[in-house]
């Protein structure tokens, strides 16, 4: 008799388990679609080829913006003889000013490597996504092609 009370605590338990896993799967699902949601919307500016040379950008200043984390992130772009001189964050209101500062760091990176094509800074993804779309879009009205 005691065998069989060990088995049905036993299948109770993992019937619990099972019903836990079940529901943490249905919700992670429910974000992953968040997620792929912010993608879809930055998918535009993640492929492009962004390195410039003097014969691609149009020296001057100019202005980006792209989804971050908590809202949207306005850029200021300055090119000088064909190159990235500067880039500054003009606004980021929505953001959590944590995860912003940490992501701040790949303003100087883009000036030196003259790309977007680098690494976001791990913790500060969406707010490190955010900034280089928004350069990227910014540097998309610098082309001298346009």
Sequence with gaps: M???SVKWINL????????????????????????????????AYENEDTSGSMDTWQDGTYEGEAEGFGGIIRVSVDILNGRISEVSIMSSDGETPEYM?????????????QTTHI???????????GI????????????KDK
């Design 2 to 4: 005691k065998v069989n």
């Design 12 to 43: 109770i338990i993992i019937s619990a388990f099972l019903f836990i896993y079940e529901e943490t799967a249905n919700n992670y699902g429910d974000i992953s679609k968040s997620f792929d949601a912010y993608n879809d919307k930055n998918y």
């Design 101 to 113: 500062n940490n992501a701040r760091r790949l303003l100087q990176e883009i000036c030196e490597k």
């Design 132 to 143: 280089l779309n928004a350069v990227k879009n910014a540097l998309d009205n610098a082309l």
């Design 119 to 129: 690494d976001v800074v791990s913790g500060a993804t969406f707010s490190s996504n």
